[in-house]
């Protein structure tokens, strides 16, 4: 059988228990409202959405009848929809479960179920293994709910009586796109400058609204269902050139132009860096079929490329801290790159790390305000979403890049200005498909068994994150040599390996910085190679 992975099952479309189908489904939900009815949750509002691939609407539709058959209120989100807008409207409505229908940026035959619990954020363990004894506990046929109910009680939704189920969830969006609308002032902080005048006041503030509005942004979903509220969002936030890679902007569950529809995926986004170049766009930004994760993309002196997820994790920490509470929160994973750790402190904020997961992530601590995993996830606004958003991300960023497009700066100069303040941070994955995940697990098992003593020609100590005392535990083996750091695990969604390269040069002034970043490339070309040769 399909088991619980992150979040919910995930697999091929196909019919047996190992495949998503409608009975894996039934018998998935079926499990699922009996968790909720053992901790006296019964009765309660569950909300149900779904993303435009094969299987996603009858999938939903057969979620939400066993929720009503079991008693539950349900809210099926009235189209296909990005999966932050269901974290969203858990959180927002105070349900006790989120179902969302995705296989987010799997290839065009799988697709999956995941599952979020009141608060909004994902399952973590013991819930996932509960669940799952639930499902194995489902025997008879499941009965479904025939027809179901027009509307959830309104002393839960903030409507009048008589709104239908899709004007309730239309509602929904646009709060979701309300709250994103604000975030260039309640995130990114005032356009205004403490200790000026007035004149040079209305001066910033039309210099900022002018960048916003000149801003030149090419943007593709991957096929997914996140083009046109990312378009509204940005459109809504003053970003009104937005151009967008039009083989990629309908939703398309075959993937035509993408064999595996995620932007870390090398040649992923050579549609999207192509139309950058093509009308002289300013930042690049590519969004996952489901839309919770967001890539950049920026023109340097080289060409386009897209920044990896640790760069663009700590410009937009950096940015969020700026306006946020002393003391304030920031967070990433085990696998992610040391320079946030730094950045944290030196703009006096706390800061934490976590397993590989937004599951993890989201409950990283009191007072978060900020989170990323290197896999181009990124939570601007735990306070709407407790989740990755993309579409807030791309918001965000464009935002970012308009303040500093203002002041006649760009991304990368400030990336250069971090290795300058913290040492240059040059991070790179190799990701390693395989037969299956019992294989990728089984290169990790023989890598604990015998650890090298080096790597690239580094002297190396490893951590075996599944033994270590003291700490989370987890698949993993972390190396760490002078100046480098390699962590290798399973991936927990797909059948490949996973590595995580960071190296750290010492740069004492820019002038300093070509070197620096030669000798980077060439200490990362030889930790692939390692890799590779797994």
Known sequence: MLRFGTAGLRGPLQDGPDGMNVDTVARATAGLAGWLRDRCLGGGLVVVGRDARHGSAEFATVTAEVLAAAGFTVLPLPRPLPTPVLAFAVRELKAVAGVQITASHNPA?????????????QLIPPADSEIEACIDAVRDPV?????LPTAPSPTIVSLPPAASVAAIGEELVRRYLARITELPQRIGGSDETPGTDDGEQDAALSRNASARHGLRIALTPMHGVGGDLAVAALRDAGFTDVRVVEEQFAPDPDFPTVPFPNPEEPGASDLLLALAERIGADLAIALDPDADRCAIGVPTTDGWRMLRGDETGVLLADYVLRAAAPDSLVATTIVSSRLLSALAAARGA???????????????????????EEAIGHCVDPTAVRDKDGISAAVAAADLVARLAATGR????????YAVEFGLHAGDQVSLRLADQEAAAAVVGRLRGTPPQIIAGVPVTHTDLLRARGRMRTDAVIFDGPGMRLVIRPSGTEPKLKCYIEVVQPVSDHAALPEAKHLAAQQLSEIRKFCAEL
């Open 350 to 372: 706390r800061y934490a790390e976590t397993l590989t997961g937004f599951k993890w992530l989201a409950r990283a601590g009191d007072g978060l305000v900020y989170a990323y």
């Open 109 to 121: 035959a799988d697709n999956g179920y995941k599952v979020y619990l009141d608060g909004g954020a």
């Open 410 to 417: 760009r991304l990368p100069d400030v990336l250069d200005d």
């Open 143 to 147: 009965t479904r709910a025939d027809p």
